[in-house]
């Protein structure tokens, strides 16, 4: 079995996969070697990968290289796409595992992958299984802490439980429209440039505000959880 480990900006989270089959996967707001024993005494695992946004516990790398085959997750793993990046040193490592994830998820095709998370992150593979990139904007969550606190007067705000509607008419409302529709239009424009310009375009939501967002989206789409987690166990399964 294969421990799978993200550590995002604003979660941390723990995989166990069987093969293609995820057996167990959980997040937490840190993972500490308490998690990762209990975890460990759970499953029979031989590889593991972290894949991380920021430092991590050197505990629990010490703890996977001592009981498992830990695979070293880097700019230099060698990977089952062709990175077409400028500068692949500076290409996440978490957009890198997203982009297998999504090709694997549908191979042979062209496919753009959407988190929708901290940051609304895209990603395009190509039907060749190259990676060409994609873009990078604020979050929701980060979309309405920047209205609050770059202003004087604006609240600090999170999303209606329900779609807003196009037209505020109040200071609160106004808020909500702007942020949601300023990434539902974005999304729709993305996905309608990238259609353009490739043929049989697949596209991909995930991320922790992809459930609010899909019923916003006009374009056909395929919701998926855990496409980071799928890609750091295929690239796993390619250096195993």
Known sequence: MNLII???????????????????????????????????????????????VTDWDVEIEKFLKENTQMIQYSHETKLPITLLYQNSGTLGLDRIANAVGAATLFPNKNVLSIQAGTCLVLDFVNQKGEYLGGSISPGMKMRFEAL????????????????PGFQGNDTFHSIHCGVINGMRYEINGFIEDYSAKYENL?????????NYLQKLIKNTIFAASNVVMKGLNEIIKYNG
Do not use: R
């Not at 202003?151 to 439980?161: R, W």
């Not at 697949?202 to 992809?210: H, I, P």
């Open 6 to 52: 993200d550590i995002g900006n604003t979660l941390q989270k723990i995989a166990v996969f069987s093969n293609d089959e995820m057996v167990y996967c959980q997040s937490f707001p840190v993972i500490s070697k308490t998690i990762l024993v209990d975890i460990y005494n759970q499953f029979t695992l031989k590889y593991s990968i972290i894949s991380s």
């Open 148 to 163: 609050h606190e770059k202003t004087k007067k604006l609240p600090l705000l999170k999303a209606y439980s329900s779609y």
């Open 202 to 210: 697949t596209v991909l939501l995930t991320g922790g505000d992809a």
